[in-house]
């Protein structure tokens, strides 16, 4: 099980904001890697991929977002909330079958 | 630039089968393990079924196997979905997506809504 807090968050831009994500059991797989992945979600649109194996970032992401973490622990940080960042962001976990998500976190601007 | 366009989805009566298609450009294909992930207001995100390059190897979520089923045309670049005996509960925005990263997506299509109603 996949849970994510907050669930909703306000952030001003320019201002920092941290998205946590927690599994129920380790994410690191056999093969020494874990499988912990970062999307967002924008209004209309469908997920994009931000962050891989926790804490690489997905091909043309902006170096203001970032992941870290590990075991069960996890966390996407935004250095500086822009104004198209705005949506909803959940965590993949792909280290078990079946792979899931967690329920999401809806980032507004102030 | 990778593209995937779902086509296939509308309005079917509780019973009924759907068949959804995804077309893909932009690389090749035949590489990729390719997914389906459905989303619903209520569920959120989640995992429907994913198939091997060649098409020798699927998987599904334990609650729709036997239901769903995942299957592609490598020589047409297109992912399919079949769905049957439909309930309201698989009413939902599906997605196809590629696979680069081990049981993850990396591009997504831009969905398709399937409403299960009388």
């Known amino acids: 099980v996949m849970t994510q807090t907050p669930l909703s968050l306000s952030v001003t831009p320019g201002q920092p904001a941290s998205i946590s994500c927690r599994s129920s059991?380790?994410?690191?797989?056999?093969?020494?890697?874990?499988?912990l992945y970062w999307f967002l979600q924008k209004p209309g649109q469908s997920p994009q991929l931000l962050i891989y194996e926790a804490s690489s970032r997905f091909s043309g992401v902006p170096d203001r977002f970032s992941g870290s973490g590990s075991g069960t622990d996890f966390t996407l940080k935004i250095s500086r909330v822009e104004a198209e960042d705005v949506g909803i962001y959940y965590c993949?976990?792909?280290?078990?079958?079946?792979?899931?998500f967690g329920p999401g976190t809806k980032v507004e601007i102030k | 630039e990778v593209h995937l366009v779902e086509s296939g989805g509308g309005l079917v009566q509780p019973g009924g089968s759907l068949r959804l298609s995804c077309a893909a450009s932009g690389f090749t294909f035949s590489n990729y393990w390719m997914t389906w992930v459905r989303q619903t207001p209520g569920k959120g995100l989640e995992w429907v079924a994913n198939i091997k390059g060649d098409g020798s190897v699927t998987y599904y979520v334990d609650s729709l196997r036997g239901r769903f089923t995942i299957s592609r045309d490598n020589a047409k670049n297109s992912l399919y979905l079949q769905m049957n005996s439909l309930t309201a509960e698989d009413t939902a925005f599906y997605y196809c997506?590629?696979?680069?990263?081990?049981?993850?997506?990396?591009?997504w299509g831009q969905g398709a809504l399937v409403t299960v109603s009388s």
């Open positions: 997506a590629r696979e680069v990263y081990y049981n993850s997506p990396d591009y």
């Open positions: 993949l976990q792909g280290t078990h079958f079946p792979r899931t």
């Open positions: 059991q380790s994410l690191l797989h056999s093969q020494g890697k874990t499988y």
